[in-house]
């Protein structure tokens, strides 16, 4: 249980003593290669180098700050510069912990990392908001911005929101040789990181990590869109630096969208053997993640009649592992 606060009428401004810059993306293997490539060029250990990789997490990136063990503030991305103080709304996240644990713990730490929400935790959310009759999420990224922005605290309370810590922002502490010892460190005090996290060497291990990933990826229970490598050394963090919007040191490898956009040609109703129809969109034949779909399920008529599904329109597909691609929403502007 946990103590709450009063609504609020607008969010303040938070600025970020360290700037919350954003990723660089490589969207194909090629891409990998040129920034191990540019890695290895300029930090000692050339091809040896370890990297950490772990899933990057479809969620909204946030900032956490602990004085003297304590969450005293917790604020969007924003631009990268100022964000928006959310405080009252990360204090109702379960797995956040309010306090950190142990006789170690930081002076000052700021703890970044995704808040998103898990596929079973969407699911429902979307069946409630379904029966209450009000309009469901599009997806957990969405399900899980529309939760933190709550004014209102004790709704956010009720979202099923997840935190998983991939970095530092401002600390007291010295943060060690290294991303990987760092990252365990913020986990001993309590802070939830992800289970995948792992130290590779080189980039033919950087590829076996992407690969093995992406085949798990179905399964993982989370939006994921990719893998973020960073160079483990923070000496070599620190010389590589950054650009004026990256770090040199960190790139996503991007995995390929599960969704695209095609237009319905026709609708179609099946009937199974046990009678139930089911009405099948048949589609304009479109890449999504690789496979070519032209057929996507409409599951009932409640769900054409929801999604307000018609001959001609454009329309977002999803498709996940071996799932059965379903139209997820009309693209009505
Ligand atoms: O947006 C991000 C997702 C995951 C990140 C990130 C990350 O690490 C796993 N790491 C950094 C350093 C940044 N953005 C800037």
Redesign the pocket.
Known sequence: QRVGAEPRSEFTQVRHRVP????DNAMDDGELADFHRRVTESVKGGADVVYTA?P??DGL?VSIRYEDGFLVQAATRGDGSTGEDITQNVRTIQNVPLRLLGPDCPVVIEVRG?VYMTHAGFERLNSDARRRGDEPFANPRNAAAGSLRQLDPRITAGRPLTFCC??WGETSEPPGDSQFAMIRRIAAWGVPISRDLRQVMGLDACRAYFDDLGRRRDALGYDIDGV?F?VDRLADQAALGATAHH?RW?V?RKFPPQEALTVVEAVEFQVGRTGAVTPVARLRPVQVGGVTVSNATLHNMDEVRRKDVRVGDTVYVRRAGDVIPEVVRVLAE
């Open positions: 919350m810059i954003s990723l772990e990057k997490l990136a995704e991939y970095g973020v960073k770090p960190a996503a």
